[in-house]
């Protein structure tokens, strides 16, 4: 089938290449130029596992191809997936729509100039009721076009394997037309056994923001139980263990740590209560913003306990952090915990030098005021305390010994709880994690 993409972000540029090679013919749309260049000679614009190799065998097949022009992408194709950002508006809470709007404006005089049905596919993440608006908007210039709702769930840092392993298809259509459509474009997953859950546009907006709620909600729970632990005298990791182990509970995203960050989650949940308060609903989703208060705080706690580890003040004290992705195995730095809490230290003077396998250039570029290391040990050098605050694998190989030689002081927070406490404690490091208070010194 032939298809175009609008929006080559991070979930339209892994959908445009794993649709083609699913064997579609598909066309990537970007207003970015710049972007649209580079990905025509096979420059992927943000680090993604397996997504380079992807993007060149999808451009060699001659399956993929990029423009800048709605008008032919409305020509390629009679379906069309927008995949534009919606990101939280400027002094708000609620989901900037104006590129989602912005998209289908373009897009629409072409449709009606071209004639006959056609069905644009949305995937990003927005309110309920969007589609339903869109579709008043486009027909009012477009009447024959059709509008449906296909959420994206993936993952970054496995958003290749989980386009072409989806653990579930969500499609929210207006007419069997829509649906079968769909189910052909999908049909090598489907017949993979993915399952495919088809419902009404609002329903199928509402999936995604529920889904994001509960993991953002399972993340600050657990958060919760380590501020617990840290008053209590207990240790949250052998409770991660035994409360995970209820299959009803299950111990994927219980994780403590500095919490969630990213470009979805927070402003996803903030999204929600916006709209929902709007609608009238606020007591409904109240929860969420304590699950968002929780989260923040994390990274004050951090900033609090780096003050305390480095002797009470940042003030000529150097810290070493590890880490600046939001989360390992990817570039992303948008809204990543990691540098709010190195640029809240920085702001209250401190001396700080980061280390990132990956997003250094995406970081320098969001806080130039940073120092930035390209290894570990150059971070370190001369470091009051260092903190641990993406848990890249990498970090894990740290030998602590021989890091001793470079730091000043042995102090180490460890935010993500992936360290080895006590290989680190038997080099003689002074050993912080939350929740876990009986590693303190
Ligand atoms: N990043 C994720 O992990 C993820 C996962 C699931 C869902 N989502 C949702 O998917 C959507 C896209 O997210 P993203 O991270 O890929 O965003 P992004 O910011 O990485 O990419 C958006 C792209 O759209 C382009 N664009 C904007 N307006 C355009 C227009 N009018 N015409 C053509 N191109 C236009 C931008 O230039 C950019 O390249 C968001 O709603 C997000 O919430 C993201």
């Known amino acids: 089938m032939r298809l175009t993409v609008i929006g080559t972000g ?61 008008a032919a992408a409305a020509r390629f194709a009679r379906t069309h997936f927008v995949c534009v950002g919606t990101p939280q508006r400027p002094g708000s809470n609620a989901a900037d ?29 927005v309110p309920v009721g969007t589609a339903a608006r869109l579709e008043r908007r486009l027909h009012k210039v477009a009447p024959q076009a059709e509008i449906a ?16 392993r989806p653990e579930r298809l ?41 889904a994001n709620s509960f993991l953002a909600t399972k993340i600050s729970f657990i958060n919760a139980m380590a501020e617990l632990c840290d008053a209590m005298g207990a240790d949250v990791m052998p409770l991660v263990e035994a409360v995970g182990r209820d299959p009803r509970i299950g111990s994927r995203c219980l994780q403590p740590g500095l919490g969630f960050g990213g470009s979805c989650l927070p402003k996803d949940i903030r999204g929600l209560v916006a709209h929902a308060e709007e609608q009238g609903l606020g007591e409904s989703v109240a929860f969420l913003r304590e699950v968002d208060e929780i989260n923040t705080r994390q990274r004050r ?44 230290i ?25 120092e930035f290391a390209l290894d570990v040990p150059k971070a370190c050098e001369g470091a009051d305390v260092v903190l641990h605050l993406t848990g ?6 740290i030998d602590p010994a021989g890091l001793s030689t470079v730091v000043r002081r042995q102090a180490i927070l460890d935010a993500r709880h992936t360290l080895d406490a006590a290989r680190w404690r038997s080099a003689g490091w002074a050993f912080r994690a939350f929740g876990r208070p009986r590693l303190g010194w």
């Open 10 to 70: 991070y979930v339209g540029l892994v959908h445009a290449a794993c649709m083609a090679d699913l064997g579609h013919t598909v066309l990537g749309v970007d207003r970015d130029a710049d972007r649209i260049e580079s990905l025509a000679r096979g420059r992927a614009p943000f680090f993604e596992p397996g997504l380079r190799e992807l993007l060149h065998r999808t451009l060699q097949s001659g399956r993929l191809q990029f423009t800048t022009s709605l």
């Open 97 to 125: 729509l104006r590129f989602v709007d912005a998209a289908l404006d373009e897009l629409a005089p072409a449709l009606r100039d071209l004639g006959g049905w056609c069905l644009v596919v949305g995937k990003s993440t």
């Open 149 to 164: 709702w296909n959420p994206e769930f993936l993952r970054e840092g496995f958003a290749v394997r989980d386009t072409l």
């Open 170 to 210: 969500v499609a929210g259509v207006s007419s069997p037309r829509a649906d079968a459509t769909l189910r052909e474009m999908y049909a090598p997953l489907l017949r993979a056994g993915t399952p495919f859950i088809c419902t009404d546009p609002a329903t199928a907006e509402l999936v995604k923001l529920a």
């Open 301 to 344: 706690r951090t900033i609090a306990l780096a003050r305390q580890l480095a002797g009470g003040s940042f003030r000529r004290r150097h810290v070493a952090v590890l880490g600046a992705a939001f989360k390992p195995g990817i570039d992303d730095v948008r809204d990543s915990p990691a540098l709010a809490v190195a640029a809240g």
């Open 346 to 370: 920085h702001h209250l003077g401190g001396r700080v030098r980061v280390h990132d396998p990956e997003a250094v250039d995406n970081a320098r570029a969001c806080f130039p005021d940073l």
């Open 392 to 397: 890249w694998p990498e970090y894990r190989a």
